[in-house]
Structure formats: structure tokens, C-alpha cells
């Protein structure tokens, strides 16, 4: 497995550090390598041990720099699809905490969301919760949320572009809405989008969902009923995400990556990218 590192260009200090993590791992020697990624810097270390992880994610973390261990073999023509989480992942934001805002209840929603993505709340439950707390406000926000808040993660745009050149198909799955997947799709031209619906009345939000919840099973799902649809493996997906409920679809793909992510999620995913952007997965894949 090949060890790849990488950080942002305004991070002076990671070449310098570069060494030293090399010591860490005993590997044998340190090689540039050409960044994909805008704004980045990336190096390879060879004959690195990968039983010097815990002492590896500290130095890196201390550092400002992103690791991953990578079958040097693998490129990204062996995938066929990207799922992607949204908030928090394909955006900046959690949209059902910005919309709360517009009630002046964005902390009691946010402290749920925060327990929720950490695991400690079943995901139905704190979706009941938190979409609860809506009931009564103007279905207007939810359009001032998009227009005033909504902005795509760093490096976004450059890896939807790299990988839909590439060929591959593009999933978004999310806990959210219908509302901002549906401008997603269009705007970013995604192939498939599955989300959760509001229930709308009289112009305003009656704090419930329509249909079944988007949880972590569902995610699942969705993303092996997409492949199947594709005539693809689960294998041949990479899925991104942050939150514990993105857990059950990364346990199925060829490559799972953690995009500023609680540590829960941090702990299991094979990529954790905490500093560069989301076209850091390009510097990892030939």
C-alpha cells in the first residue's frame, strides 16, 4: 500500500513536516507527487509501516496534512459511481440547522443534529424531532436558506468535473430535502438524488416528512440499488460522507472517505480528507 499525503498550498509548514512523519512510519524515502487537486501539495512515501497509524494520525493532524494508505494499483477508472452525502459533505451546511435559524431555534436543532451525527441519537428519531420544531414557518425559508446560505464544499466543483469526465455517475443521498437535492441535481448535473420531502400546507411546513426516512439503511440501499441499476459492483462505488448515519453505505463501497468528519467516522472510513477539499480524492487515484 502506498502512503499518500497531502495539504493545502497555504500550508507552509507541511513540507517541513514531511520528514518527520516519514520517520514515524520507517518509510524508506519521500517522493512529490503532482497534485490533481487545485490548491494542493501532495508527497508518496514508500516502505511506509501501516502499523504506525494512531502515532501517524497525530503527527498529521498536528501537521495540518491528509493520509491515506492506497493500493497503488487503483485508479479512478475502476470506479463506475460517487455517492455523496450532502450537508456537512457536498455542502458547507446543515440546511435543517439553517432553516431552524429562520424560527430562532437553531441551537435546540443543532445540538440534536451535533448528537445524531455522532451517533448518540437514532437518525429517525432526531429527524422527527428536529423537523418538528418547523411547524409553522414559512415554506418561503427554505428558499432564503439556498439563496443565502447554501455553498458548495472546497474542491466540490473541481472533483464533480474530473469524475463526471471520467465517466462516472454521480449519486447524492441524503437525510435532508427534496428541496436543495433537487437544485443540486440540476445545478451540478448529478445523475440521481434520494432525500427526504417536507410536508407543505397553506404555504407553510406542518413539521413532519412525507413518505419514509432517508436514514442510514436507506442510504445503503440506495446506493446498491443504484449500482445494480448501472450494472455496477458496490465495490466500484466511492462514498463520501460525515456523519454516523453515512456509516451503512461506506461499509459497501471500494472506497470510503471522511470529509471533515465526527471521529466516529473518521475511525472507519479508508480516506479522511480534514484539510485539502473534496477534489483531494483525485491526488489518491491514478
Known amino acids: 500500500m502506498n502512503l499518500i499525503l497531502q495539504a493545502l498550498t497555504s500550508n507552509a509548514a507541511a513540507a517541513a513536516a514531511i520528514e518527520s512523519i516519514a520517520g514515524v512510519t520507517g518509510a524508506a524515502g519521500v517522493q512529490a507527487i503532482a497534485a490533481r487537486a487545485s490548491g494542493t501539495q501532495a508527497w508518496r512515501l514508500d516502505g511506509a509501516a501501516q502499523a504506525a497509524n494512531a502515532e501517524l494520525d497525530r503527527a498529521c493532524l498536528a501537521a495540518g496534512i491528509d493520509y491515506a494508505w492506497i493500493d497503488p494499483a487503483l485508479r479512478l477508472s475502476d470506479f463506475r459511481l460517487v455517492a455523496m452525502d ?32 455522532r451517533g448518540e441519537i437514532e437518525f429517525n428519531e432526531s429527524l422527527t424531532r428536529r423537523v418538528a420544531l418547523l411547524k409553522g414557518l414559512d415554506a418561503a425559508a427554505l428558499q432564503r436558506v439556498y439563496d443565502e446560505r447554501l455553498q458548495l464544499s472546497p474542491g466540490a466543483e473541481q472533483m464533480l468535473q474530473a469524475i463526471q469526465a471520467a465517466g462516472l455517475k454521480t449519486l447524492l443521498v441524503s437525510g435532508g430535502f427534496t428541496f436543495f437535492t433537487d437544485r443540486m441535481k440540476t445545478r451540478l448535473n448529478l445523475d440521481v438524488t434520494h432525500s427526504n ?5 397553506d404555504g407553510k411546513l406542518t413539521g413532519r416528512v412525507v413518505g419514509g426516512i432517508v436514514n442510514a439503511d436507506e442510504k445503503r440501499a440506495t446506493v446498491e440499488r443504484v449500482c445494480r441499476e448501472i450494472g455496477a459492483e458496490t465495490h466500484q462505488a466511492i462514498v463520501m460522507g460525515d456523519g454516523a448515519n453515512d456509516l451503512r453505505m461506506m461499509e459497501v463501497a471500494g472506497l470510503s472517505v471522511a470529509f471533515r468528519a465526527k471521529p466516529v467516522v473518521r475511525a472507519q472510513a479508508d480516506v479522511g480528507l480534514n484539510f485539502v477539499g473534496l477534489d483531494g480524492i483525485l491526488n489518491l487515484l491514478g
Do not use: F, N
Open 197 to 201: 420531502t417536507l410536508e407543505i400546507a
Open 86 to 117: 450532502m450537508d456537512s459533505t457536498l455542502i458547507t451546511i446543515e440546511c435543517i440547522d439553517e432553516i431552524a435559524d429562520m424560527q430562532g431555534l437553531k441551537p435546540q436543532v443543532a445540538e440534536i443534529t451535533e448528537a445524531a451525527m
